[in-house]
């Protein structure tokens, strides 16, 4: 991915396929590629006062995962990894859920929150990034703060149906 823009469009903003088939268009999605940025305003999980946070991500049984940035609220994941899904139907209701997490060396890793992330088709062939705040796990009580800066590319190609 080359330089991503900043986008202040909301992630939840759709264009169906019905509403491409309307305008005469198809979508043909060859693949979606995402990378975790930065983050910032984490929780403190260590007894330092930081953290050593990383990103997990699993899709269709494949297993993402970020280097560690140590000993920070603020990570930067320097030359990030660029994870590739190859998709060819973009399920514009379900989002892509991703976990942040302490590492920990002698216990368990810590949970620090969760991120979804919404692609949208009006960013078809247009990289953008966005800061996405971490929440908690559905029915637990995780103390989280802090959001993820992640970067979206979706690879396809308008057809025309004539």
Same mark, same amino acid.
């Given at each position: ?12 903003? %759709?264009?169906? *396929?019905?509403?491409?088939? !309307?305008?005469? @268009? !198809? ?7 995402? #990378? ?16 050593? +946070?990383?990103?997990?991500? #699993?899709? #269709? ?10 000993? %920070?609220?603020? +990570?930067? $994941?320097? *030359? +990030?990894?660029? $994870?590739?899904?190859?998709? !060819?139907?973009? =399920?514009?209701? @379900? ?5 942040? $997490? *302490?590492?920990?060396?002698? %216990?368990? =890793? ?15 062939? =247009? @990289?953008?990034?966005?800061?996405? +705040?971490?929440?908690?796990? !559905?029915?637990?009580? *995780?103390?989280? %703060? ?9 690879l396809g190609e308008q057809k025309s149906l004539d």
């Amino acid at each position: 991915m080359a330089d991503i823009k900043d986008s202040n469009q909301s992630h939840l903003e %759709t264009i169906t *396929d019905e509403e491409y088939e !309307s305008r005469g @268009e !198809s979508i043909i999605i060859k693949s979606l590629q995402i #990378k975790i940025l930065e983050g910032k305003n984490l929780v403190a999980k260590d007894c330092t006062g930081y953290s050593d +946070p990383y990103v997990k991500f #699993k899709y #269709k049984g494949k297993k993402y995962k970020t280097k560690i940035c140590k000993q %920070t609220l603020n +990570p930067v $994941w320097q *030359d +990030p990894d660029i $994870w590739e899904l190859n998709i !060819s139907h973009l =399920d514009l209701t @379900e989002g892509l859920v991703f976990d942040c $997490w *302490d590492k920990d060396y002698v %216990t368990s =890793d810590d949970y620090m929150g969760r991120f979804i992330i919404y692609p949208t088709l009006r960013h078809l062939n =247009d @990289e953008y990034c966005e800061w996405v +705040p971490l929440k908690t796990r !559905s029915g637990k009580r *995780d103390t989280v %703060t802090g959001e993820i800066l992640a970067g979206i590319l979706i690879l396809g190609e308008q057809k025309s149906l004539d």
